[in-house]
């Protein structure tokens, strides 16, 4: 997380204290030009007080410890978390009139300034809590990513409030914040191409286990999965039910635009164009991949290697997650992924050769999400489309005619998605195509 810009922490003049500087100096003029020695001495004041307002609160430096806690400390975009901060007087004075607001990322909304209750001098030996101060507020956070809450701001007057100056207290504490979630159909879940796929690598983890267990029949279940001897015997409808002793595997590619696979942090600034493709890519890629996850999938998540862009053969994002607990850890790792972009992740070249070696009866699911994708990433995922059945490539408007055609070229199932709430229509329409295919 980099480091907050520091302000200087130079003492301002208030409108008081202005005010009183230019009385002081008129007074000043006229006492000189009327020859007025009475209100000279006036006149001096007048401008000394602001002065020594702001030299005392230049050398007034409160001491002050600042606890920051979130709840919850992982927070969906959109929604809001609870900041408490307990702030301590380390000082031997008591502080008093202090004002304090908390540094917030740009775009969230955040308390505006507020006086701090009065602090008591530091209390080492018999602490009775009046050293300390308990304040809270809400913080709703707009976007995804990791963000630096914090230092706390203080600012302090002069008892005649003619000066003021702000200072830091405490270090920043990151926030994180997951993308959007859409919840999903069932339909694609129990489609017929799914299911197969399901079926078959359950079979090839226990090629020696009996797999095979009667269950009746639920709205959804493919036909081809009808146990006729059962439903003979038993007088209803049965179906085949795999013994769940392996997970089923899913692969979701994301597409990472070159503003962020050049490093650029989350909370950077970014083109508005790239940033709005890529958070719809993000959401979408968070919406099926904890859909999978939810229904049994064993999920890999990586970004597209791209080598014409310079990025060799690291890759910014790259990580395997299962049930349970598999949905937070996919999302927490989606927050991160600009930040991740330019650590270096796994190497996806091996990953892909990895995938290229398994056989046709071998295929896993296959959902790409691209925001920003070259030639070079379309003939990437053209070479992998034979490893995935089947194969739902998801693309923002923006997506070049050139690209939607190489990868309907190689028989990717290419889904226009212009924003997230056509995200569970098309994700119907897909489950819709795999069970009329499979019939």
Known sequence: MPRPRTHPTWPRLTRRGIALMV???????????????????????????????????????????????????????????????????????????????????????????????????????????????????????????????????????????????????????????TPRVTPLSEALATAASIDGVVHGLQRRNHPNSDELIAREYRYGDPLRRVNWPATARRGELMVREEEQRGDPEARVLLDVPTGARSGLAVHHERSPEVDERFELAVEVAASVGVHLLEHGFRLRCTSITDHERGLGPSAPFDGSYRMPGGEHLLLEDLARVDAAAHRGRADDGRAASEVRTRGRDAREPGFAVLADPSQADAGALVALRPSFEPAIAFVTATVSSVVRQMLEDADWNVVTVRRTSDLDGAWTAIASTAVRDAS
């Open 23 to 177: 009385v002081g100096v008129l007074m000043a003029g006229v006492s000189l030009w009327f020859d007025l020695r009475d209100i000279l001495v006036l006149a001096f004041v007048g401008v000394a007080m602001p002065v020594v307002a702001a030299v005392f609160v230049a050398l007034r430096r409160p001491r002050l410890a600042v606890q920051r806690e979130f709840a919850p400390a992982v927070v969906p975009a959109g929604e809001s978390t609870r900041v408490s901060l307990v702030v301590q007087n380390r000082g031997t004075r008591t502080l008093d009139g202090a004002h304090w607001r908390d540094r917030a990322p740009e775009g969230a909304l955040a308390p505006p300034e507020t006086l701090l209750p009065a602090l008591g001098p530091y209390e080492a030996v018999l602490p009775s809590g009046d050293d300390r101060v308990r304040v809270e507020y809400r913080l709703r956070m707009p976007r995804r990513g990791v963000f630096p809450v914090g230092p706390l701001r203080i600012g302090v007057q002069d008892p005649f409030a003619l000066a003021g100056v702000e200072r830091d207290a405490g270090a920043a504490h990151e926030v994180l914040v």
